[in-house]
């Protein structure tokens, strides 16, 4: 299985001109976008900003793209060429780096100018709702399923090392992981339909 | 929804899902909201379980939506690919220029070998189409052709056995030479000699294989 292939038929719709198919990259990788943004400045809304010019230039720069790479890789490029060039423009001056705070192991490793993001800034952390939610739908799963949805999603498995893991099936990990998921999203959608992150969706 | 698209909305999410299935989901995933809202939920999770402090509610995605409506889209864009048209000329290109600078070297070398008067041929033409073999012979066979020399022909390699001139008279030559060049070459140009004749491998040399004056394998010593 190629490790982007998704990613790739995705981009590749886009580079035919249908623009519905980059929101679906951004939806998926906002999350990760900002909380790597918000290593070079404090103010969230700045991050947000910033993700978002990254975005913007990404799509741009889409006919560039030529699949070399995998397609967050590019992405993860040019957010930190942004951060870095607007904390450049906004006269930032770098804060101290705190090694131990970093747990995004597979994102490429750079030194310079990461900022220390000690602060927790309240208009970015997930509401205390959502997260309680999708704790307690995880803590309420069987235990191979939530076993198979950690290791992909925490550890970063893919469902061929997550078999090996589980001593099961390809197919197996592949069901257990879509029913765990399915179980959280019976509960966050009730959050969801309550009012909260209904700016989230697109319309 | 039915499960099996969902299923597959869920491996595709982790890039666990065939290409070709890939292909079809993502077509759909582009024009369905309900579908891309299950996708963005299955995003939180992961950052949920990652405790990922990113996680916007300010709408980030629908702004970057916004934002993008207002650009064109990218299908007259040219897309870069190892495939590209545009760039099919490049291999060519860089074969052509190899050839160039092969035709400027070539015509270069020609006219340093412009006779002096002396009719001698350019020890510059003979060094560059030499090969290996012809270098070993060289010093005999320069002197032949030198002689017999009347045009700037680049002298055909002859087709001989590797070592057309004895090794004694090569080593005699080599020795000769040492003196214009520098002790640790002449070291190691004199070794290479001795170990590529026969009798300086561990197999001792017949009386009759031995050089005057050279005791076995020994290399006399400079001093």
New interface residues.
């Given amino acids: 299985m190629g490790a982007d292939v998704s990613d790739l038929s995705l981009v590749r719709r886009v580079q035919r001109g249908d623009k519905g198919a980059f929101d679906a990259l951004v939806l998926k990788y906002q999350h990760k976008l900002v909380k790597l943004v918000m290593r070079y400045v404090r103010n969230p809304a700045e991050a947000e900003d910033i993700a978002q010019e990254a975005f913007i230039k990404a799509y741009r720069a889409l006919p560039q793209f030529r699949g070399d790479s995998a397609f967050y890789t590019w992405l993860y490029r040019i957010a930190i060429n942004t951060a870095k060039n607007a904390v450049v423009s906004r006269d930032r001056s770098p804060i101290e780096y705190n090694v131990d705070r970093i747990t995004d192991s597979d994102e490429p490793y750079d030194m310079q100018g990461r900022m220390k993001d000690s602060e927790t800034p309240e208009g970015l952390v997930l509401t205390d709702e959502i997260r309680s939610t999708v704790n307690a739908a995880i803590d309420a799963l069987p235990d191979d399923l939530r076993t198979a949805i950690v290791l992909r999603e925490l550890e970063g498995l893919s469902y061929e090392e997550i078999a090996a893991a589980m001593a099961c099936p390809v197919g197996t990990v592949r069901s257990r992981i879509f029913r765990a998921r399915e179980a959280i999203d019976r509960r966050l959608r009730e959050v969801f339909e309550g009012g909260l992150g209904r700016a989230e969706e697109l319309g | 929804m039915n499960e099996e698209l969902?299923?597959q909305l869920?491996?595709?999410?982790?890039?666990?899902?065939?290409?070709e299935e890939?292909?079809l989901?993502?077509?759909r995933?582009?024009?369905d909201?309900d579908l891309?809202?299950?996708?963005?939920?299955?995003?939180?999770?992961?950052?949920?379980?990652?405790a990922?402090?990113?996680?916007?509610?300010?709408?980030?995605?629908?702004?970057?939506?916004a934002?993008?409506?207002q650009?064109p889209?990218?299908?007259?864009?040219?897309?870069?690919?190892?495939t590209s048209p545009s760039r099919w000329w490049q291999p060519l290109a860089g074969a052509g220029l190899a050839a160039g600078v092969a035709a400027a070297s070539i015509l270069w070398l020609r006219a340093q070998a412009v006779p002096d008067g002396s009719g001698a041929v350019s020890p510059a033409l003979v060094a560059s189409t030499a090969n290996l073999n012809a270098r070993a012979t060289a010093p005999a066979l320069r002197t032949v052709r030198a002689a017999a020399a009347d045009s700037f022909v680049v002298p055909p390699v002859p087709r001989q056995p590797m070592m057309v001139v004895p090794a004694t008279e090569l080593a005699d030559y080599v020795v000769a030479h040492s003196a214009f060049s520098w002790p640790v070459t002449r070291g190691n140009l004199l070794s290479a000699l001795m170990v590529s004749e026969p009798g300086t491998s561990s197999t001792p040399l017949r009386s009759d294989q031995r050089a005057p004056g050279v005791q076995g394998n020994a290399i006399p010593n400079p001093k």
């Fill in positions: 969902d299923s869920s491996a595709m999410f982790d890039n666990e899902l065939p290409a890939c292909e989901l993502a077509r995933l582009s024009r909201g891309k809202a299950r996708w963005g939920r299955y995003a939180i999770m992961g950052a949920v379980i990652r990922e402090r990113g996680i916007t509610l300010e709408g980030l995605a629908g702004r970057v939506s934002a993008l409506s650009e889209d990218l299908r007259g864009a040219q897309v870069s690919g190892r």
